[in-house]
Structures are given as C-alpha cells and as structure tokens.
C-alpha cells in the first residue's frame, strides 16, 4: 500500500510542475546568445549566410538556391562549433 501512495503523490507532483512551466517551446540554434545568423536575398538572387560568434565572423559567406537550405547549413555550421568549443575548454 505504502508504494502507491508514493507512487500517486510523485505523478501529481510530477504533473503540478509541468503546468507550472512558462514556456514549453525547445531550445533551437537561434536561441544562442552569442550567435549571429544572417540569411539575406530573395528567390531571384539566392539567400546568402553568413554567420558570426561573438561578432567574429566564423562562416565565410555562401550562396543558397532557398532559405531553407541556407537556414539548415546555419543549423549544421553551430552545432559543429559548439562542440569544438566545448571540447577546447
């Protein structure tokens, strides 16, 4: 009997503290402070990336046929240079 009653009171606490969350939405790339991402252009010209870390740029800039394409490299191009510098401190 005792397992229960603490297995009932860990789901409603469990449960009480996820309504108290604020924000549900996932962290993604874009919310990284020190991280700037520009994608400018049009469908005509092409989008162009360039991206920066601590105003340092750290991407040269390129050319992308869609924003989408340009938006996923941005993705790519963060995730690797965190785990480098992760890795060198």
Do not use: C, W
């Not at 105003?55 to 046929?65: A, L, M, S, V």
């Not at 941005?74 to 965190?82: S, V």
């Amino acid at each position: 009997m005792h397992g229960l009653y603490f297995l009932r009171k860990f789901i409603r606490e469990e449960i009480g503290r996820s309504f108290k969350t604020i924000n549900n939405n996932p962290y993604t790339f874009e919310d990284f402070q020190d991280y700037d991402i520009q994608i400018d252009g049009s469908t005509q010209g092409g989008f162009f990336l360039t991206i920066y870390y601590k105003e340092e740029k750290i991407y040269p800039t390129q050319r992308f046929e869609s924003h989408e394409d340009a938006h996923h490299t941005a993705r790519t191009i963060i995730d690797k240079d965190r785990v480098v510098r992760m890795n060198h401190a």
